[in-house]
């Protein structure tokens, strides 16, 4: 059976709803402790971050930080994104339902393939019913230290192929090449200019990622 390993943050889940608010937040934690000066922030820029792993994205985003100080920041933006997603402020974007529902009839085997802890995993499969469409999770929190192709690879012997990879971020793609296996990136994503170009394919629309899947793998 053909298996889809499917990105998670900007590529299903339409995650700045919840993402930016809750960016805004943490920021604001380390400026009133004095580790930050006030910045206003863009959704754009912030949507910038998603798909990264939590020390990655600190690391690059502010460097002089110790983990004793980013930690904590990072906790407070997860539980503030929990807030909102119970709130019911977070959701897919506007025709992926319809796509894992097209993709599960056809005969495909669907994997979730994140960059995402365990709680945060946990969380939306309870939320918006995840296991309707997902035989398997293969998150970062299974696989500490590894970077995304890292554990792709490692997971990939696990499933049937032929394989195929949809996602959003650089992270999902080079995965994908590394990994010798066909991808499609998704411009209705977070990604910045570029960061598709070794896509095999780019949809514009969740409702292409169907027929742009049997184009690839059949």
Same mark, same amino acid.
């Given at each position: 059976?053909?298996?889809?390993?499917?990105?998670?943050?900007?590529?299903?889940?339409?995650?700045?709803?919840?993402?930016?608010?809750?960016?805004?937040?943490?920021?604001?934690?380390?400026?009133?402790?004095?580790?930050?000066?006030?910045?206003?922030?863009?959704?754009?820029?912030?949507?910038?971050?998603?798909?990264?792993?939590?020390?990655?994205?600190?690391?690059?985003?502010?460097?002089?930080?110790?983990?004793?100080?980013?930690?904590?920041?990072?906790?407070?933006?997860?539980?503030?994104?929990?807030?909102?997603? =119970?709130?019911?402020? %977070? #959701?897919? $974007?506007? !025709?992926? &339902?319809?796509?894992?529902?097209?993709? /599960? @009839?056809?005969?495909?085997?669907?994997?979730?393939?994140?960059?995402?802890?365990?709680?945060?995993?946990?969380?939306?499969?309870?939320?918006?019913?995840?296991?309707?469409?997902?035989? =398997?999770?293969?998150? %970062? #929190?299974? $696989?500490? !230290?590894? &970077?995304?192709?890292?554990?792709?690879? /490692? @997971?990939?012997?696990?499933?049937?192929?032929?394989?195929?990879?949809?996602?959003?971020?650089?992270?999902?793609?080079?995965?994908?090449?590394?990994?010798?296996?066909?991808?499609?990136?998704?411009?209705?994503?977070?990604?910045?200019?570029?960061?598709?170009?070794?896509?095999?394919?780019?949809?514009?629309?969740?409702?292409?990622?169907?027929?742009?899947?049997?184009?690839?793998?059949?």
């Amino acid at each position: 059976m053909p298996t889809v390993f499917f990105d998670y943050d900007g590529t299903l889940h339409d995650t700045i709803r919840v993402y930016a608010p809750a960016f805004r937040t943490g920021y604001a934690q380390l400026v009133e402790q004095g580790l930050a000066q006030p910045r206003e922030f863009t959704d754009e820029w912030i949507a910038g971050w998603l798909g990264w792993t939590v020390a990655d994205m600190w690391h690059a985003f502010m460097p002089e930080l110790t983990e004793e100080q980013w930690r904590p920041i990072s906790r407070l933006i997860g539980k503030e994104m929990f807030r909102l997603i =119970d709130e019911g402020h %977070a #959701g897919f $974007y506007d !025709g992926i &339902e319809e796509a894992l529902d097209r993709l /599960k @009839a056809g005969g495909y085997q669907l994997v979730l393939l994140s960059n995402s802890q365990h709680a945060y995993c946990n969380r939306h499969r309870e939320v918006f019913g995840l296991d309707r469409w997902f035989c =398997d999770y293969v998150i %970062a #929190g299974d $696989y500490p !230290g590894m &970077e995304k192709w890292e554990y792709f690879q /490692k @997971a990939l012997p696990g499933f049937d192929g032929p394989y195929a990879v949809v996602g959003d971020r650089f992270h999902d793609i080079d995965a994908a090449v590394r990994a010798g296996v066909p991808s499609i990136g998704c411009g209705y994503g977070c990604a910045r200019p570029g960061e598709l170009d070794q896509a095999s394919v780019v949809v514009e629309s969740p409702r292409q990622i169907p027929d742009a899947v049997k184009r690839l793998i059949g």
